[in-house]
């Protein structure tokens, strides 16, 4: 079937089923076909074509593109709160230079972080990010403690000349 557009007033067409995507045809924009009594928005002619189409003009995401976010779906178009931070960097640091099993913990709630935020469970992804934070600082604080005990330690052990 060959299909007529209306676009700014002006009659385009005809133009086959495949290729009314390509002539810019969203779901309000006029269309006529042969047999048809009056023009129609095209969601009523070919409600088929739409289906999971992205809306016209979605407010940009990361680098420009669409934003399919099912919060801005599901929130009358409106963006989703910032990602909160992973502490990811963190956490592998002190896994390495302080408290192994406090970073660990860190690095395991900081990985939730990101897969929360994607999946669009908001207050879980904060609750991982408190988490992660908190198992970081525990963590860095448990090695500046041992540190110290450490280097007390030598300074006695010299002192008292064991060393």
Partial sequence: MKYYVAVNGQQTGPFEETELRAHNVTPD?????EGMAEWL???QVRPD???GAVPP???AGIYGAPNTNAYYDQNNGQCPPPQPKTWLAESILVTLFCCLVF???GIV???NVSSLYNQGQYQQAEEASREAGKWTKWGFFAGLIGMGIYILSIIILATIGVY
């Fill in 29 to 33: 924009t006029l269309i006529w076909a």
């Fill in 109 to 111: 709630k900081a990985a």
């Fill in 103 to 105: 970073g660990i913990l």
């Fill in 49 to 51: 074509l739409f289906v």
């Fill in 41 to 43: 928005p095209a969601k």
């Fill in 57 to 59: 003009n979605p407010p």
